[in-house]
């Protein structure tokens, strides 16, 4: 176990960070009677009760009596340990779960208190934190995205969601940009590897990762690197990058390169849970069973190596999963992290410690939570079991709280909102969008996305406001196909900031607009349940289309599943596909429901 002063200092706090977070009442005082508290400051887990009131820890300690009419719990036989945290998620529709308030209920439920998200694009962070505050939810953390064009990171998202960057000044241009979201740190996938998939052509150069990492400081920013081979994470040290959020895993580590890594002050989330390469629940597999298998087996043993070395050099290790990929699911890989951790070789103190004071640290929120210490944020996991000695206790979850409120457990009131899937819906507004707006945005002040094909070829596409002489303006939509089967090009316009919040359209009967083009198009209608579509054709004159919503079928690989209800909707595209190599044009004004 870590001495005490030793561990004061290797906490000591950053002058840069994630600002400390509102304080939110708890609106009640609670007593947490005869734990034993493993107060993640460095002390040996201990006999203690714990008062709680306003949200925040008021006393600790063996002697401290329960305050008159305060809400005693008898917590005699189990731990006490600080809410954990999740560095690295992913709150993707294709995770398990797969919904915003079903995910909150499983970090909730596993003791996870505080979480990073390294998917949400800047336009929704406003909406997803409104409704994350109506529901029983961990504290969430909004990752800015950046990449190269072409780079892992860049290949299916928009560059409103993620920034593309390969200068100096862009990088810097790009953070400048993000500021106005008020996003909680920044994510840079500056490792072109892709795991051995693809040419290293998309890195990330030194030049631009140095800028970008001191702009990001010189606003208050983290930043945290997709990062997954030994040179990378040279480089990553060398740029003061704050955090590697991957595990190095092409070789094993040199001395020299893990004192680069150190002299950076960079730390580590080695994401142990999302490489294993057979997961809790799998079965069995020979690592010998082909060249794949064995290769993956190999990477997770140097990831496994070189997350020891890293620590054991004094590098800090904290805690994330890549939750929300396959295989990783929310909630439980957190705990599965820590026991991974512990596979690697740390102690199961030093694992405790990574996934709360240190992960803490890491964003610069040690001083609000992370510890079991008087003025910090109650958010607390109680357990039974002994986790410093059996890692595997921190499954035996039996009572959270988030910001001194009991959300999980016994005597917790059920997670009702949780039980939703989507936003409720406002009432949808005729008009759309008519064009007239200089900056990006719709009549409804939502942000316009270009929508090109994925992958590394993708296609180029450029959509701009013109002229439309007495008529105002119109959107121009021009593209060069990429070469592969299905290429296509689009422009989404949401239907409400984000497209977090669904529309209820059932006043309306469908979709009109005015367009001209050359030749065939579809339009597209997301719901919460997916995409629908309905083609149209365009010619060299304008004229105006009315598509009604019973017209539109299910469309494609993110087909809606169920029936058409009108009460749902996210978003409108207008897109087209062609040849590969082909061109493509369109002109659309005037859209609204009808």
Request: charged share 20%; aromatic share 6%.
């Amino acid at each position: 176990m870590w001495a005490a002063t030793a561990l004061a200092g290797s906490l000591g706090l950053l002058g840069f960070g994630i600002a400390k977070a509102a304080k939110t009442p708890g609106g009640e005082t609670i007593a947490i009677i005869g734990a034993t508290v493993f107060d993640a400051t460095g002390a040996a887990p201990h006999p203690a009760n714990v008062v709680i009131r306003d949200g925040r820890i008021v006393e600790v300690g063996p002697t401290v009596k329960a305050p008159r009419g305060a809400k005693v719990i008898d917590a005699k036989g189990e731990a006490l340990l600080p809410g954990f945290f999740d560095l690295h998620t992913h709150w993707t529709p294709s995770g398990v779960p797969a919904t915003t308030p079903q995910i909150a209920t499983a970090y909730v439920s596993a003791g996870v208190t505080t979480v990073s998200d390294f998917n949400a694009a800047p336009e929704s962070y406003a909406p997803r934190r409104q409704w994350l505050s109506t529901l029983v939810a961990p504290h969430v953390n909004f990752a800015a995205r950046m990449s190269t064009p072409g780079g892992h990171g860049a290949d299916w998202a928009d560059t409103a969601t993620t920034k593309w960057v390969n200068t100096p000044e862009a990088a810097r241009a790009a953070v400048k940009a993000l500021i106005p979201y008020k996003p909680d740190l920044i994510k840079a996938f500056t490792d072109g590897w892709r795991y051995g998939v693809a040419p290293d052509n998309t890195s990330m150069d030194e030049w631009t990762l140095t800028a970008l990492v001191d702009e990001a400081h010189k606003n208050n920013l983290k930043v945290f690197t997709h990062t997954v081979t030994v040179d990378r994470g040279e480089v990553a040290g060398r740029s003061k990058v704050d955090v590697i959020t991957h595990s190095l895993q092409d070789r094993r580590l040199t001395p020299e390169a893990v004192a680069t890594i150190k002299a950076g002050g960079t730390a580590d989330t080695p994401t142990l849970a999302v490489y294993e390469p057979v997961k809790p629940g799998q079965p069995a597999r020979d690592p010998d069973e082909n060249p794949n298998v064995k290769q993956s087996f190999k990477k997770f043993d140097n990831a496994l190596h070189n997350a020891k070395m890293l620590h054991d050099a004094g590098v800090t290790i904290a805690l994330g999963t890549d939750a929300g990929m396959p295989g990783t699911p929310h909630g439980v890989s957190t705990l599965h992290e820590m026991e991974l951790l512990v596979r690697a070789g740390l102690t199961p103190t030093e694992a405790l410690m990574a996934g709360t004071a240190l992960s803490a640290k890491v964003i610069n929120q040690l001083d609000d939570r992370g510890t079991i210490e008087v003025g910090k944020r109650a958010d607390l996991v109680l357990i039974k079991g002994e986790p410093w000695k059996t890692i595997g206790d921190v499954r035996k979850t039996d009572r959270v709280f988030i910001d001194g409120k009991l959300v999980f457990g016994p005597g917790a009131a059920p997670m009702t909102a949780n039980q939703a899937t989507a936003m409720p819906s406002v009432p949808a507004k005729a008009q759309i969008d008519d064009f007239e707006r200089a900056d990006g945005r719709s009549s409804l002040d939502t942000l316009r996305t270009d929508d090109p094909d994925g992958g590394l070829d993708r296609t180029v596409e450029i959509s701009q406001l013109i002229s439309r002489g007495d008529q105002g303006h119109a959107l121009s939509i021009n593209a060069r196909m990429s070469m592969k089967a299905k290429p296509y090009a689009g422009v989404i316009i949401p239907l409400t900031r984000g497209s977090i919040q669904p529309v209820d359209a059932r006043a309306f009967q469908g979709v009109r607009f005015e367009v001209r083009g050359d030749g065939d198009y579809a339009l597209g209608v997301t719901t919460s349940g997916g995409r629908w579509s309905a083609p149209f054709t365009a010619g060299a004159a304008w004229k105006t289309v009315e598509i009604p919503f019973s017209a539109l079928k299910a469309a494609g690989e993110r087909g809606a599943k169920g029936d058409w209800t009108g009460s749902d909707l996210t978003e409108i595209e207008f897109m087209g596909g062609r040849k590969g190599g082909e061109k493509l044009w369109m002109e659309v004004d005037n859209v609204a429901f009808y």
